[in-house]
């Protein structure tokens, strides 16, 4: 027999922003209770949590503190106090993703050793602990070097094409990638569950904002052939197998414009390039992580309609209480689903929501997609 559903389970989310949002949205249906740990007192986990802790997700005590009331803990970006996270574990928490993922996650250098030892394709690198060490590799450029640590969405990344610009680099510990020529980026989202099942989503296909270094659209499914398709699920899949992780993996890959298949990095969470699966797949990525984490069987991955997730980014120039223009217009279109995410103030290219259009060819989606990014404007009063 079945017990009865999960309102007597203590859950908490390390994080309190828009994935962690959608992820409440979708724990309210499994009857779990949640409390959310995040330092920003207007985050937009806010006011829709049961339970709101603001404080800092990067201090050990803090962490502890709000752990230790919980049975189930999970996280909604992986810049997380993960001393705190191992030690709340000994003391019988459930922590999904795993400490021990999220340690390896927030290391570039250590996610690209891990990926060689278990052959995982991937781009060369060499690691660096300083700038000065980058005359080694004077012969290989171009290079992206990366930081090892606390780089999100393209911040901590930068370009290097030949020596002459190492005054551009980054004199920390650090990554210096080969530059690959990629064709496409794409993105598999993996669930594993405690029972070690795992199930993949279609892969999808991301388009990034040059200047912003932002998803701007992402197109599912993505246009590739079967085997591509194939083959970028097996690798996924052999990530997710190879970490053992608990809960939803995203993993980015580029698709080289020889063909081959490269995994660029992982996020042990539901991720910017799974939003459509709320309109365009049987299951959401957030209820899958839920299904994932809690134990339960994984729903299926299946799309039920081809469809276009837009970012609505804050428009440049403009900074204040955030203003949204052309919602009229844009939701008076077939097929539109608008997502806010609750932030009271906009800046130039802050995630401020999205859009997913649903159609019937991915082609009618990306066309309205394209008008709805022209129609919606944010910006500020
Ligand atoms: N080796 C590479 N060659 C070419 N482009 C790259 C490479 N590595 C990263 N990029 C580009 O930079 C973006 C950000 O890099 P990524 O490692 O994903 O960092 P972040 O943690 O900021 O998302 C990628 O989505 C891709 O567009
Ligand atoms: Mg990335």
């Given at each position: 027999m079945s017990k009865a559903f999960y309102d007597t389970l203590r859950f908490g989310i390390l994080g309190g922003g828009q994935l962690g949002r959608m992820l409440l949205q979708k724990a309210a249906d499994f009857n779990v209770t949640n409390c959310v740990l995040d330092?920003?007192?207007?985050?937009?986990c806010r006011f829709i949590a049961d339970e709101f802790v603001c404080g800092s997700f990067r201090d050990f005590d803090t962490v502890i503190n709000f752990g230790r009331n919980l049975d189930l803990l999970t996280i909604?970006?992986?810049?997380?106090n993960v001393d705190a996270l191992e030690q709340l574990e000994k003391e019988g928490v459930k922590v999904y993703p795993q400490s021990k993922v999220i340690r390896l996650v927030q290391d570039k250098g250590l996610q690209k050793i891990f990926y060689r030892t278990h052959g995982i394709p991937t781009a060369e690198f060499h690691l660096l602990?300083?700038?000065?060490?980058i005359e080694k590799y004077?012969?290989?450029?171009?290079f992206m070097q990366k930081l090892?640590?606390?780089?999100?969405d393209g911040k901590g990344v930068v370009r290097l094409e030949?020596?002459?610009?190492?005054?551009?680099?980054?004199?920390?510990?650090?990554i210096l990638e080969k530059l690959v020529d990629f064709e496409k980026e794409l993105s598999v989202l993996v669930a594993r569950n405690s029972q070690g099942e795992c199930s993949a989503f279609p892969v999808v296909e991301m388009e990034f904002n040059a200047e912003a270094n932002l998803v701007e659209y992402l197109f599912?499914?993505?246009?590739?052939?079967a085997d591509q398709e194939k083959k970028a699920i097996q690798i996924a899949t052999h990530v997710a197998q190879s970490i053992q992780v608990v809960g939803l993996l995203a993993v980015e890959m580029f698709l080289t414009r020889s063909g081959e298949i490269l995994v660029n990095e992982i996020a042990p969470r539901p991720h910017?390039?799974?939003?459509?699966?709320?309109?365009?797949?049987?299951?959401s990525q957030y209820e899958q992580h839920l299904r994932a984490i809690l134990g339960l069987p994984l729903g299926s991955t299946q799309i039920t309609k081809p469809s276009v997730m837009v970012n609505l980014l804050g428009e440049k120039g403009y900074t204040g209480h955030a203003l949204y223009e052309g919602l009229q217009e844009a939701l008076a279109i077939d097929g539109v689903h608008l997502h806010l995410y609750g932030k009271k103030i906009t800046k130039p290219?802050?995630?401020m929501g999205h859009v997913t259009v649903t159609a019937d060819t991915l082609e009618e989606a990306k066309l309205k997609a394209i008008r709805v990014n022209k129609m919606i404007r944010v910006i500020a009063s």
């Open positions: 330092p920003d007192p207007e985050a937009p909604e970006i992986e810049h997380v602990d300083s700038i000065a060490h004077a012969s290989q450029f171009p090892r640590k606390g780089g999100y030949s020596s002459n610009e190492i005054n551009k680099g980054f004199d920390e510990p650090s599912s499914p993505a246009l590739i052939s910017n390039s799974g939003h459509q699966t709320i309109e365009g797949n049987v299951t290219f802050r995630k």
